[in-house]
């Protein structure tokens, strides 16, 4: 398990999440990957009225053979204020990445890396505190500007931003919309292309991406179920 005997209290308010921000930001390394992952995880977040629900599955990177899952549901504690959205998703999730029992290798989360005003999306944010290799994988663009790529799979644009590449714009199907794809820590943006690419199989989404968001589609069904 990642269990830690540090805890890491998230902020509560804007003024101490700007400062967290500014403070990880600087703490982001974009490196390659030493080796091929192994174990591969994703995560996603979910909401009620007043609750966060988290989910992370880990899958053999080989073969895309799905190990393990992990839900965890929290009081939601910061607001809904855009490019903050990890303080608000974020203990949750991590709660939910420390239970895994396996160790992943790398972790796909569902929104930026780099690509975000701050430089520090969902997956750059977590991958420091984690101090693991992950990568953003969004369905929409936050920041940036990008040529159109070409409608084949495994095609790819840069995303561009104040004059630097700061994701791609990735192909993952045959003729139907692109992700966003980011580097969020400790790897580089051709690796994580190349890694979206293999998790993807016959879906616009990674398979562990997809296997996330279907836990927490269906633990806010039965959240909501109960509350009828």
């Known amino acids: 398990m990642l269990t830690s005997e540090k805890t890491y209290i998230w902020p509560s308010n804007i003024k101490d999440a700007k400062a967290v921000q500014e403070e990880l930001r600087h703490k982001v390394k974009i490196t390659p990957l030493r080796m091929q992952p192994?174990?591969?995880?994703?995560?996603?977040?979910?909401f009620t009225d007043n609750?966060?629900?988290?989910?992370?599955c880990i899958y053999k990177y080989q073969g895309l053979e799905c190990l393990h899952h992990e839900i965890v549901v929290r009081k939601i504690t910061f607001p809904y204020v855009p490019s903050y959205l990890t303080f608000r998703e974020g203990p949750a999730i991590m709660e939910a990445i420390k239970k895994l029992k396996i160790m992943p290798d790398v972790i796909i989360f569902d929104g930026q890396g780099i690509a975000h005003p701050k430089?520090?999306?969902?997956?750059?944010?977590?991958?420091?505190?984690?101090d693991i290799p992950t990568i953003g994988c969004a369905k929409s663009r936050l920041i940036g500007t990008f040529k159109e790529p070409s409608k084949r799979k495994g095609q790819w644009s840069r995303l561009m931003h104040n004059g630097k590449t700061i994701g791609a714009v990735l192909r993952t199907r045959d003729n139907v919309?692109?992700?966003f794809v980011?580097?969020?820590?400790?790897?580089?943006?051709?690796t994580s292309v190349d890694i979206i690419v293999h998790c993807t199989g016959n879906y616009r989404i990674p398979l562990p991406q997809r296997c996330a968001d279907m836990f927490t589609k269906r633990a806010k069904q039965?959240?909501?179920g109960k509350c009828l």
Do not use: T
């Open 38 to 46: 192994k174990y591969i995880a994703a995560a996603d977040a979910a």
């Open 222 to 224: 039965k959240i909501l």
């Open 51 to 56: 609750k966060i629900i988290g989910a992370v």
């Open 119 to 130: 430089g520090l999306g969902i997956a750059s944010h977590i991958g420091v505190l984690l």
């Open 182 to 190: 980011s580097p969020g820590h400790k790897i580089d943006l051709g």
């Open 177 to 179: 919309r692109p992700v």
